[in-house]
Nanobody, 123 residues
Framework: VQLQAFGGGLVQAGGSLRLSCAAS????????MGWFRQTPGKEREFVGF????????YYADAVKGRFTISRDNAKNTVYLQMNSLKPEDTAVYYC?????????????????WGQGTQVTVSS
């Protein structure tokens, strides 16, 4: 499975963006998916998780209530809807995949990663 995150950009604080993670090469319907973010000099940070069929999601406290993960397995795509964005949400955002096994919060537990997309939130 090859993953590609896109949809990032520059947005003002309080605004919204929707990131997409498109998969190719193999169907992701059997994969749990995670979103992570990273800023220079910091470790990659867990953002959220969605299980293989979209029935279960889990979010980091920092984004809970503002971000929503969804997926469309027919389109082989996972989404991260980001609302009420804050300057501290500025980061490169990555999607990751793991064969369905339950909630995973650590990046090291995901074997498959896409290239990131930059999100910049101005104050």
């Amino acid at each position: 499975v090859q993953l590609q995150a896109f949809g990032g950009g520059l947005v003002q604080a309080g605004g919204s963006l929707r990131l997409s993670c498109a998969a190719s090469g193999r169907a992701i319907s059997n994969y749990d998916m995670g979103w992570f973010r990273q800023t220079p000099g910091k470790e990659r940070e867990f953002v959220g998780f969605i299980d293989w069929n979209g029935s279960s999601t889990y979010y980091a406290d920092a984004v809970k209530g503002r971000f929503t993960i969804s997926r469309d397995n027919a389109k082989n795509t996972v989404y991260l809807q980001m609302n009420s964005l804050k300057p501290e949400d500025t980061a490169v955002y990555y999607c990751a995949a793991n064969p369905a096994s339950g909630v995973l919060l650590k990046g090291a537990d995901y074997p498959l990663w896409g290239q990131g997309t930059q999100v910049t939130v101005s104050s």
